[in-house]
């Protein structure tokens, strides 16, 4: 009604009280009551007004509707429809059975209310019979034979529920894109939700009310073009949404401190992935810190020909490979032993480059002495 300019409501208001939205609602329907010569027919327009004004607080928890199969406006009518009907707006679903369908000439002549209680009653019947005694099943064995139809009917419907349980279907969607017209409003029923459809350049689109969207200014519409719920986003112009990085910041921070709350061991437990990553980190620091001691190696070995350097880096891969053995790598990571097994990690690290500053030291005495 705000889109289609029944009622308005200041842009400085940012919320509106459900009193205050259904005065708004009454006296548009009541302004908008065509004048009767006819006594009788404005009693029953009357009658209507009140029946509508009298479902007004369902509004807020959900009105009870009963969709039936045939077509996009096919409902079985109900008071709950007076509402939609005194303010003449449109209620359409997409949750129709295909006419080439096996199940077309069972399902359309049904609700869905009179599907439930088919299936719920042929169910409970036929526990009934398993429990029986074996007379009563000889005795009834007429009757089962003869409802064998009726039994494939029950089928046909159990697999048309099953198919279409996202409440739309392509031959409701191809009957939508059809029977809409270009920039017509109206309300969409699925899965016991109502939504705002419209049609815009031969596409329909559905007023996006997700509370994850609320301060996204520029999220308006959806496009409805699939029934397994691939979308686009689009603004009030109906142009595909982007967003930028100054849009994207606060959900990357979010999902940073996430990521950092979930890499936090839980009572000492550890997830086997984040070990796993743990340990990676861990070998990346003892190859850093391999480089690093090869550079204080060399340092240290000044004046140390290239065959000294060369055995004092031998020496060194050696006890490295000792330190760290091939089964190690190779074995799957232990979450609770990942702490222990860096801190081996760096200790065979450090008594290495210990012992490799020794040859080192040790080489230069003994040219020394052979120098005298």
Not at 60 to 88: A, P, R, S, W, Y
Not at 138 to 152: A, H, K, L, N, Y
Not at 218 to 243: A, I, K, M, Y
């Given at each position: 009604m705000l889109l289609r300019g029944d009622i308005t409501i200041h842009t400085d208001r940012s919320f509106v009280s459900v009193d205050e939205l259904m005065?708004?609602?009454?006296?548009?329907?009541?302004?908008?009551?065509?004048?009767?010569?006819?006594?009788?027919?404005?009693?029953?327009?009357?009658?209507?007004?009140?029946?509508?004004?009298?479902?007004?607080?369902?509004?807020?928890?959900?009105?009870?509707?009963?969709?039936?199969?045939?077509?996009?406006?096919?409902?079985?009518?109900?008071?709950?429809?007076?509402?939609?009907?005194?303010?003449?707006?449109?209620?359409?679903?997409?949750?129709?059975?295909?006419?080439?369908?096996a199940a077309y000439s069972t399902v359309s002549k049904l609700s869905y209310n009179q599907i439930v209680e088919l299936i719920?009653?042929?169910?409970?019947?036929?526990?009934?019979?398993?429990?029986?005694?074996?007379?009563?099943?000889?005795?009834?064995?007429?009757?089962?034979?003869?409802?064998?139809?009726?039994?494939?009917?029950?089928?046909?419907?159990?697999?048309?529920?099953d198919d279409s349980a996202s409440q739309l279907t392509y031959h409701g969607l191809l009957e939508l894109h059809e029977k809409l017209k270009e920039q017509e409003l109206a309300v969409f029923f699925r899965n016991n939700h109502f939504s705002v459809i419209t049609k815009h350049a031969g596409r329909l689109y559905l007023l996006v009310t997700?509370?994850?969207?609320?301060?996204?200014?520029?999220?308006?519409?959806?496009?409805?073009?699939?029934?397994?719920?691939?979308?686009?986003?689009?603004?009030?112009?109906?142009?595909?949404?982007?967003?930028?990085?100054?849009?994207?910041?606060?959900?990357?921070?979010?999902?940073?401190?996430?990521?950092?709350?979930?890499?936090?061991?839980?009572?000492?437990?550890?997830?086997?992935?984040?070990a796993l990553a743990r340990r990676m980190q861990e070998e990346e620091d003892m190859r850093l810190a391999q480089q690093l001691d090869g550079a204080e190696l060399e340092e240290n070995s000044d004046g140390t020909d290239d065959e000294e350097i060369e055995r004092a880096k031998k020496g060194k891969h050696k006890k490295h490979h000792n330190a760290l053995p091939a089964s190690a790598v190779d074995a799957p990571p232990k979450?609770?032993?990942?702490?222990?097994?860096?801190?081996?990690?760096?200790?065979?690290?450090?008594?290495?480059?210990?012992?490799?500053?020794?040859?080192?030291?040790s080489s230069k005495e003994k040219d020394k002495d052979d120098s005298g």
């Open positions: 005065a708004m609602i009454s006296d548009h329907m009541l302004a908008r009551a065509p004048q009767f010569s006819d006594d009788g027919m404005k009693a029953n327009h009357d009658q209507n007004i009140s029946d509508a004004i009298t479902m007004f607080p369902k509004l807020q928890e959900g009105l009870d509707v009963n969709v039936k199969f045939q077509h996009i406006h096919d409902f079985e009518f109900t008071k709950e429809l007076v509402v939609f009907d005194m303010l003449n707006i449109s209620l359409v679903h997409g949750w129709l059975v295909d006419p080439q369908d719920v009653n042929h169910q409970a019947k036929s526990d009934r019979l398993k429990q029986s005694a074996p007379a009563r099943l000889e005795r009834s064995s007429d009757s089962i034979g003869s409802s064998f139809t009726s039994d494939q009917d029950l089928a046909l419907l159990r697999t048309f529920l997700d509370q994850g969207y609320l301060h996204q200014n520029q999220v308006v519409w959806e496009r409805l073009d699939e029934v397994e719920g691939d979308t686009v986003l689009v603004d009030s112009d109906f142009v595909p949404f982007r967003p930028h990085e100054s849009d994207l910041a606060p959900e990357l921070a979010a999902e940073s401190q996430q990521a950092a709350f979930v890499l936090a061991p839980v009572d000492g437990e550890e997830d086997p992935s984040l979450p609770k032993a990942s702490a222990s097994a860096g801190g081996a990690k760096k200790k065979s690290l450090s008594q290495s480059a210990k012992e490799n500053r020794t040859i080192s030291h």
